[in-house]
């Protein structure tokens, strides 16, 4: 990275213009803090948005309502000394993250994680398909409906309007569903895969047009795979949780004269002729540019304007567990593309850190659109994994954690809608950026720094053209 230039413009003046007047005063007559850009939300947007402000050489404030840094990567340990988190904790050696804070690297524990899947004949078999068990285990009447399937859609279904068309499209709607890949879109999306985006559909199920290609499938049928060996290392967060992690990054922005307010109580965002005005319960920032990372309804709402159209999210229930006994399986994270149960995805801890006190542990995430409540997320999953003889022994609840917002729901128009919102907060001077400012589901840390990185070059860019022009 090398940012020399200082562009922290307020619509063509110079960084520190509006700073002139000394006269900023809030309500009840505290002097008003000044920076040149205040960034909403100290997730992994935030602080990568932070980092490359701060190397451009502008004063930074970064705000919080959360007490924490590191957004969504949320985790929680019990009296037992169990750590667990939300479900976000899968990293990679070479995430372009690590070039803005390369102190982080020593924190991560690495691992060799393996995944498998629950797929509706209720075997653990390859994540997300297996040429063996979905397609050749199916039997000769079975391999028979399969390609006469694909057949009829390559045929005739060639015309795709949401998530179900495109994977029909590819591998027929017999092996769609005995796959269990359709139930799986429902369970993780939290609507029909009718009513799943096609354009979210191309560009988060690539794997399936790939893996349906005829040569592809004849490779993994029936020749013996070369691996190439990872590219990168896979690593897992500190074992006692985030906090150790992001103090590392905090601390290396606060050396480049970064201000953080977590916990903050913020009250009202607006703009006069000295810049934006951050109201919070007791101080007021003042900033030529702000960037926003954090929901898109609550920066409107901060704002005092009314959503046009409710972009609709993921609640996320988490169930902490501790298991002593006969494991059903070896793989660390688990798909569950059954047609039952309401799980989406368990990943054993114990697998990467060890056991605790000789017990095993692991969290499940449940999307809280198919139960009401983390006692019937509970309940079902443990209905479920017994009947599938996942767990045979002492499994105890240790706790669990709900959290909205979790990702964007990519039902039809939602991609459009999300847009009009950032663009009318675009017009009022906010950008709006990252997993929440910006709807975007991001799987990956690595993608939203990629994201935020793209963001903020090409707002630099256009700032220097106009710069120029002008
Ligand atoms: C369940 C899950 C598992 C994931 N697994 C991985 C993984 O293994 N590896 C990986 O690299 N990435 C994973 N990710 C993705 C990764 O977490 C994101 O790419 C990254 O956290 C996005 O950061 P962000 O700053 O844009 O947004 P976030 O961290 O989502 O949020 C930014 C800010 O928005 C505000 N905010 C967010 N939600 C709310 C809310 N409900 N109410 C009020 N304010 C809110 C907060 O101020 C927060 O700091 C996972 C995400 C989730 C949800």
């Not at 920076?35 to 980092?51: E, N, Q």
Request: proline share 3%.
């Amino acid at each position: 990275m090398n940012y020399t230039l200082c562009r922290c413009y307020l619509g063509g003046q110079q960084r520190g213009s509006f700073m002139d007047d000394a006269s900023h005063r809030t309500q009840n007559s505290s002097v008003a803090q000044q920076f040149d850009v205040i960034v909403l939300g100290a997730g992994i947007s935030g602080l990568v948005a932070a980092s490359i402000l701060s190397a451009e050489g502008c004063k930074v404030l970064v705000v919080d309502e959360y007490d924490h840094v590191g957004g969504n990567h949320i985790n929680w340990t019990s009296n037992e000394g169990y750590t667990f988190d939300i479900g976000s904790l899968i990293f990679q050696d070479d995430s372009p993250l690590l070039r803005h804070f390369p102190e982080l690297l020593p924190h991560y524990v690495p691992i060799t994680p393996s995944w498998g899947r629950l797929n509706p004949q209720g075997v653990i078999t390859a994540y997300p398909i297996s040429v063996r068990e979905d397609i050749l285990g199916a039997g000769p009447i079975g391999l028979t409906r399969i390609f006469a399937s694909v057949l009829y859609a390559r045929l005739f279904k060639r015309s795709m309007s949401n998530a179900k068309d495109f994977a029909r499209f590819w591998i027929g709607s017999y092996l769609l569903h005995r796959s269990g890949l359709e139930t799986y879109m429902k369970r993780f999306y939290g609507v029909e895969a009718e009513e799943i985006d096609i354009d979210l559909a191309r560009k988060r199920m690539l794997w399936i047009s790939e893996y349906a290609s005829v040569l592809n499938l004849v490779k993994r049928a029936f020749m013996k795979r070369r691996s190439a060996g990872p590219k990168n290392r896979q690593m897992a967060r500190p074992r006692e949780g985030f906090d150790a992690l992001y103090l590392a990054a905090v601390k290396r922005l606060e050396r480049s004269g970064v201000t953080f307010k977590l916990s903050a109580a913020m009250q009202r965002l607006d703009k006069s002729q000295d810049g934006f005005r951050l109201h919070m319960a007791d101080s007021t920032a003042i900033a030529g540019r702000v960037v926003s990372t954090i929901p898109i309804p609550r920066t409107e709402s901060l704002w005092g304007i009314a959503s046009l159209q409710k972009l609709h999210t993921i609640t996320l229930i988490s169930l902490y567990f501790s298991f002593s006994g006969e494991r059903g399986f070896d793989q660390s994270i688990i798909y569950n593309f059954s047609h039952d149960g309401a799980w989406k995805r368990l990943t054993v801890y114990s697998d990467f850190y060890g056991k605790v006190r000789e017990r095993e542990y692991f969290a499940v995430e449940v999307i809280a659109n198919h139960v009401a409540s983390p006692a019937q997320a509970e309940a079902n999953f443990r209905r479920h994994v017994l009947a599938n003889g996942m767990f045979k022994g002492d499994l105890k609840l240790e706790g669990s954690q709900v959290l909205e917002s979790a990702y964007p729901i990519y039902s039809k128009g939602a991609a459009t809608n999300a847009a009009a919102a950032i663009a009318r907060l675009q017009a009022l001077g906010v950008e709006s950026i990252g997993r929440q400012g910006a709807f975007n589901y991001q799987p990956t840390a690595r993608v939203s720094t990629i994201d935020v990185e793209v963001a903020m070059a090409s707002r630099s860019s256009a700032l220097e053209f106009n710069s120029r022009v002008r």
